[in-house]
């Protein structure tokens, strides 16, 4: 056959190129795509077979400068150039983004094909950067987006909480949905230069392997990502969260202590708690009233049982200068209050087939539809009329299992229309709906607890914690990579249960020993916050609402011992005298989106060995901190950054930056060094 006739062979047409008021397009056949400028040195790339491209902010909501881009349109070929970066896009429409600045290649579209014979990597492979798989039966397409590795030591960090070790993803394949104990935030921080985020909440996959970077969405009708350059990651993050959103403004009670369990059974045992740490003089700033307070999934509001007067036990918290935070579910039994109204008014999330439920467990209950701005306004409302005229401004928003829904394509289906990404953007929805009411109600520093959230979820006052996780070495370990990885993503507000969740017996010795260790590790953390279901359970007190669910053992500071006790006491006080200084962070954090905790590069980007550090870490600008991360350890060596910085440590001995000490850390130490 001869070339003409081939169509494999680059015989093709040439694409339209257009300049669209500043946006650079491309069509060919099927395809339309769009590039355009999207904040100071960035560009956002979207692309679609649809007739015409959806307009969907996702998570670039925040309303930026629009700056005045060159483009070049020539014969075959055709480039926008933002500041920093520079997209060149070529006949047969492979893009390539470099900086500017130095010329540097940040990513390249992977194709081997033979669409163009005189590409040095044409190839009879036939793999297309851009995949489009139609779905059968659906308008939507299994999306695959493949780039070059331009360095197999390249280092990714960031794309939200995983519960793995490492803090460099690069080699990772990551599951794109929300866990518990997992949370997809699709944006990496490269130490090549750039920031990418993968702009499409869909069910999906990323893989950071040594030949390719790909992005999958398993059902969409768009490809969506926004790239940024940066001459520091400080930059970059900036840039990002400029982007999608920065968090709020911290509420005081933010810097302090929280002390939670699963669960305070009565209004009586949670006063106690509170009372007992103020005869001590213990620092409390928070206390949380967790799940099954309710008589019914549904009802959002005390069973009376067990709670008979919660405007009297919000007042006697106030008075000892507590507040109280409460656990709101998306769940609803048929037997609650609210349920025949939803089902009603439609405000619940539905399936095609089989009975009505989300969830196993008692009453097998339905999620409402998080997505719908009426089934949000519904919530509120009730949460508003049972919680918030009380004095309760602050949510843990328990998303209930997301693991039950996450893949029930269906459910999902049905409850927002044709695009699946709503099973990412679920979580999103659910925080928003609680700040939006919030705001609406006169209030500005809002704190919802969630387990999961997507990009852009930061600016709804999401204060992503770590999710149901084990009371193990291992666990700990993988907190301090879910947390610093979180904070890159945009998340300056991070927390875990202390202890860890599953487990741990307060009169177990090995147990003790991990507790302490995380709660010095948590002392360092942007919330400190203790929680954990304790063994043994508690006796069940009753037979109504929520009585069914056991109560886990203490988790009290004073329920460990003596010796742990004076430890504990020890971090409560240094973590109300790092108050003043945890508040600039706060501030910094919602001013310009530097995480409160960060990995050592993000302050010594100059320094190559803070690259490869993974078990320590920044606490702000000043503070270097090195958790204990394994049983029975009384040394451990630390990496001071720097040349030229000098580092006090806890002992008060004075070290140059730069070099590599081993310190002791006896029980009741964590090495800490100022700088």
């Known amino acids: 056959m ?3 006739g081939n169509q494999e062979y680059g015989t093709r047409p040439d694409p339209t190129f257009t300049n669209e008021g500043g946006r650079l397009g491309f069509r060919f056949d099927a395809e339309t795509l769009f590039i355009e400028p999207w904040g100071e040195n960035a560009l956002r790339v979207r692309a679609t077979c649809l007739a015409t491209m959806p307009e969907r902010e996702w998570a670039l909501s925040e309303k930026l400068p629009v700056p005045k881009p060159d483009i070049n349109i020539r014969d075959g070929a055709a480039s926008i150039t933002n500041g920093k970066i520079k997209a060149d896009i070529s006949r047969r429409g492979k893009i390539v983004m470099s900086n500017t600045s130095t010329g540097k ?31 059968l039966g659906s308008a939507d397409y299994h999306l695959t987006m493949r780039f070059e590795s331009q360095d197999r030591n390249e280092r990714i960090y960031g794309m939200g909480q995983y519960q793995q070790p490492f803090l460099n993803l690069k080699g990772a394949d990551l599951e794109l949905a929300q866990r518990n ?8 921080l490269s130490n090549l230069g750039y920031g990418f985020l993968w702009n499409n909440p869909g069910i999906g996959r990323a893989v950071f392997s040594s030949l390719t970077t790909t992005f999958e969405a398993y059902s969409t009708d768009i490809l969506d990502y926004w790239v940024i350059a940066g001459d520091s990651p400080a930059e970059i993050v900036r840039g990002y969260t400029g982007a999608t959103g920065r968090v709020p403004r911290m509420p005081e009670y933010g810097l302090g202590f929280w002390q939670c369990k699963l669960r305070y059974q009565t209004q009586e045992e949670l006063l106690e708690v509170a009372r007992e740490h103020k005869r001590r003089n213990l620092p409390l700033d928070l206390i949380v009233c967790d799940y099954f307070h309710w008589p019914t999934q549904g009802d959002w509001k005390f069973d009376p049982t067990f709670w008979p007067d919660p405007d009297a036990m919000v007042a006697e918290l106030k008075s000892l200068n507590v507040e109280l935070m409460v656990s709101i579910w998306p769940t609803v039994e048929k037997g609650s209050d609210n349920y025949d109204e939803m089902l009603r ?9 089989g009975i009505r439920a989300a969830m196993e467990g008692r009453g097998y209950p339905i999620h409402y539809d998080a997505t719908s701005p009426e089934a949000r306004k519904f919530v509120w409302d009730a949460v508003k009329r049972n919680y918030y005229t009380k004095g309760i401004k602050t949510f843990w928003l328990d998303e209930a299992e997301p693991e039950y829904t996450v893949y029930d394509f269906d459910i999902y289906r049905y409850a927002a229309g044709p695009n699946l990404s709503v099973g990412n953007t679920y979580p999103h929805d659910y925080a928003k709906g609680f700040y939006e009411g919030m705001k609406e109600s006169g209030q500005e520093e809002i704190v919802n607890l969630v387990r999961c959230a997507w990009a852009g979820s930061q600016k709804y006052g999401a204060l992503v914690w770590s999710g149901d996780i084990a009371s193990s070495w291992g666990s700990l370990r993988n907190q301090l990579a879910a947390g610093l990885n979180m904070g890159i993503a945009g998340f300056a507000w991070f927390t ?11 009169d177990d010795p090995v147990f003790r020993e991990l507790f302490v260790r995380w709660f010095q590790w948590g002392t360092f953390c942007p919330v400190m916050r203790l929680h954990g279901d304790r063994e043994p359970k508690q006796p069940r007190l009753g037979t109504t609402g929520g009585s069914f669910c056991l109560s886990g053992g203490p988790n009290e500071v004073w329920s460990y011992g003596e010796e742990v006790y004076k430890i504990c006491e020890k971090y409560l006080r240094l973590r109300e005298e790092l108050r003043d200084y945890t508040r600039t962070l706060m501030e910094a954090a919602h001013t310009v989106g530097d995480p409160i905790i960060r990995p050592c590069f993000f302050d010594f980007p100059e320094d190559d060995m803070c690259w490869q550090l993974e078990d320590q870490y920044m606490y702000g600008p000043k503070y270097l901190v090195a958790p204990i991360l394994n049983p029975g350890q009384n040394k451990r060596e630390v990496y001071l950054p720097g040349e030229g910085v000098k580092w006090k440590s806890t002992d008060g001995t004075v070290y140059d930056g730069g070099k590599t000490v081993t310190v002791d850390s006896p029980l009741d130490t964590m090495p800490v060094f100022a700088r």
């Open 345 to 353: 008014r439609g405000l619940l999330i539905r399936q095609d087939r």
């Open 105 to 135: 290649v940040l990513l390249e579209e992977y194709g081997r094909h033979r669409l163009d014979i005189l590409d040095p990597k044409c190839s009879s492979l036939r793999i297309q950067p851009r995949e489009w798989k139609p779905r």
């Open 2 to 4: 001869s070339l003409a």
């Open 496 to 506: 875990t249960d202390i202890g860890g969740f599953h487990g741990g017996i307060p």
């Open 181 to 188: 104990s997992q949370a997809t935030v699709p944006f990496a």
